[in-house]
């Protein structure tokens, strides 16, 4: 009876081997599943030694087609790399891009997917999100790839249409889309990382050679503010928190921006409704709807017609790291807006900078005088609506 169960127990032993080899030859090895993206923002090693070594891509071909070249109307001083994915290549194209901004002279701030953002206080120029469309992922570090991947440009400002867009300089941006098209030979040889780099950085320099245009030096400095104004503060959070069940954050900021009369953050409710943790679903808007209430803001009577909800609230002064003790510093009249696209919300919140008109005649002044930061201020908000047709004539 005993030799009856050998084998039964021998067919055990060689299924739990066969099991075990096919294990070891599928498990993931390090640096497989592609580069590690930390949100924030990204510094380089000062030593060149201290990065990861690029391996060269044999036989490579990449296509970059779609928006035209950067105008340079726009600076590049801090962009925000976005994942649209989980994928490798796509992490290893953010990757790229952020490496090869830095080493230009920009300051990028990477925010992986599915994270919660961490909100930088520091204006962002532009917006670049990193989405892969076709490609597999590599079973072999330097294998043969070929891939297409999707970059899109937005630009953090108020709509053309807005209750704010009043004050804001420059002409509406219009959002700029790229396909990156990509197949080589491989990198015999290489590592994990070292092909990602080699992959990613190859990318990158593609991409910024269409997006970016030449290499633009002398980022001018952020208009207008001082540390008397105060800093710019973090805008109000939406969370389903409040209604008894496991944090959702439904509302998404992207990023913040500043012109020289108003700044603020730019964000979005991504879906009408949102999944509870017991099943039941909670509107999206409802949550920010009760952000409003119980954090002190009023919502103001707007325009029948008027596509926007806006809510109000004065926020007390605070000072910054730059004002000395003791220095007095204004409240700031902060407002909050959220607008149906059918399927989300767009919001937006924002700080007018007081006496406007005022400052624009200051302006005129100036440029009048030979100033040239002023004649280009006064230029970039000639066609501005909140300031005094009879104030822009002159510079129109």
């Keep these: 009876m005993r030799n009856a169960a050998l084998p039964l127990l021998a067919t055990f032993v060689l299924i739990a081997a066969v099991i075990g080899l096919l294990l070891s030859q599928t498990r993931i090895q390090p640096g497989q599943g592609g580069p590690e993206l930390s949100p924030g923002i990204l510094s380089l090693a000062k030593k060149e030694h201290q990065r990861v070594a690029s391996a060269p891509l044999t ?25 649209g994915d989980h994928h490798p290549l796509t992490r290893a194209l953010v990757l790229g891009l952020g490496e090869q901004l830095f080493i230009r002279g ?6 992986p997917e599915d994270t919660r953002p961490t909100l930088f206080t520091l204006p962002a120029d532009r917006v670049l999100t990193v989405r892969q469309r076709s490609g597999e992922p590599a079973l072999v570090p330097g294998a043969p790839q070929t891939c297409v991947l999707d970059v899109v440009e937005t ?22 889309s790229w396909t990156v098209e990509h197949r080589d030979g491989g990198s015999p040889g290489a590592s994990w990382a070292m092909w990602y780099a080699g992959l990613g950085r190859h990318l990158a320099d593609a991409v910024l050679a269409k997006v970016a245009g030449p290499a633009q030096a002398g980022h001018p400095p952020f208009d207008g ?7 710019l503060i973090e805008p109000p959070q939406a969370d389903a928190k409040a209604f008894g069940t496991a944090r959702i954050d439904v509302l998404a900021w992207s990023a913040a921006f500043q012109t020289a009369l108003v700044r603020g953050w730019v964000g979005v409710i991504a879906a009408p409704t949102f999944r509870q943790s017991d099943g039941t679903e909670i509107a999206g808007l409802a949550v920010l709807e009760d952000r409003m209430r119980r954090g002190g803001w009023t919502e103001q009577t707007m325009d029948p017609k008027a596509i926007d909800r806006v809510w109000t609230k004065t926020i007390a002064g605070r000072g910054g790291p730059d004002l000395a003790p003791g220095t007095p510093v204004p409240d700031q009249a902060w407002a909050v807006s959220a607008r149906s696209f059918g399927t989300g919300w767009l919001v937006c919140a924002w700080h007018e900078r007081p006496g406007a008109a005022t400052l624009f005649q200051q302006w005129a002044t100036a440029a009048r005088g030979g100033d040239a930061a002023a004649l280009a201020r006064v230029k970039a908000h000639a066609n501005c609506a909140r300031i005094p047709a009879d104030l822009r004539a002159e510079w129109k």
């Excluded at 920009?106 to 925010?111: A, K």
């Design 59 to 83: 036989d490579a071909v990449t296509t970059v087609t779609g928006g035209d070249s950067d105008p340079g109307a726009t600076p590049w001083r801090v962009v925000v790399l976005a994942a």
């Design 106 to 111: 920009v300051i990028p701030v990477i925010v």
């Design 155 to 176: 630009v953090p400002r108020l709509p053309a249409d807005h209750p704010g867009a009043g004050l804001q300089a420059g002409a509406p941006f219009v959002a700029r």
């Design 225 to 231: 503010w001082t540390a008397a104004d105060g800093p």
